[in-house]
């Protein structure tokens, strides 16, 4: 396990201890997510936790949740999540949020919409002054005329590029539509957001803005950083 991995884990091992038994918990996208769906798998296995259901963001994390015994929701049931966690790509001083790198931004967005209290666990070197400083962020579009809706964001963005697999073919996301990686300019968040979301041709954003509860930050010596809004 390299350091960094050994940083995510650490945190998101400190976020189950927040999980109660019968809660509904939504479960994130990425590799710091599948820690804490271990972690939770490993407490039903030894009793400390029961009667979970979990809500996944991606197949991946579906996967994995199923592998280690969470019971899941399926996608056309209505839903209230108590408790989710899930990772970033960036956390700001006010614990906004950049989201997206593993694709599945819109359905994070739904999940986190739906939960009572929202846990985001990271590695430390995700804490920056400013959004946009280390990851691009992430614009998901429908695929149906995409180079419109490129020429549209870039009037609000300096630069948004096509998301591509190894292959060469662009990336498609588990709802279907493409990704354009975008340069994050200094701006006031809050306008760019709506600006964003308001574009033709636009399905979401990686923009994460106030919904972020609490922040738990893994660091290299093993301790965690707690941050609350």
């Not at 271990?38 to 009793?47: F, H, K, T, Y």
């Not at 790198?101 to 846990?119: C, D, N, P, S, Y």
């Not at 614009?139 to 180079?147: C, H, L, M, S, Y």
């Amino acid at each position: 396990m390299t350091d960094v991995e050994a940083w995510k884990r650490q945190a998101a091992e400190r976020a189950v201890e927040w999980v109660e038994p019968g809660m509904v918990v939504g479960l994130g996208t990425g590799t710091t997510a599948v820690w804490a769906v271990r972690r939770i798998g490993e407490r039903l296995a030894d009793g400390t936790l029961h009667d979970i259901v979990g809500v996944p963001t991606a197949t991946a994390t579906a996967e994995e949740a199923e592998r280690v015994g969470i019971r899941l929701l399926g996608d056309d049931v209505p839903w209230e999540i108590d408790f989710t966690i899930d990772g970033a790509d960036e956390v700001d001083p006010a614990l906004h949020l950049l989201k997206g790198g593993g694709g599945a931004l819109l359905r994070e967005k739904l999940l986190i919409a739906a939960a009572r209290h929202v846990l985001i666990v990271a590695e430390s070197p995700k804490l920056v002054d400013h959004l946009g400083t280390t990851k691009a962020l992430p614009v998901e579009v429908v695929r149906f005329a995409w180079p419109s809706t490129r020429r549209r964001l870039l009037d609000l963005l300096p630069s948004a590029t096509l998301r591509l697999l190894p292959d060469a073919t662009p990336v498609i996301t588990d709802e279907g539509h493409h990704l354009l990686d975008c340069t994050l300019p200094p701006a006031d968040l809050g306008p760019l957001a709506t600006a964003l979301k308001s574009t033709l041709g636009v399905v979401e954003h990686g923009l994460f803005l106030d919904q972020a509860d609490e922040v738990l930050l893994g660091h290299p010596d093993g301790s965690v950083q707690h941050l609350r809004r």
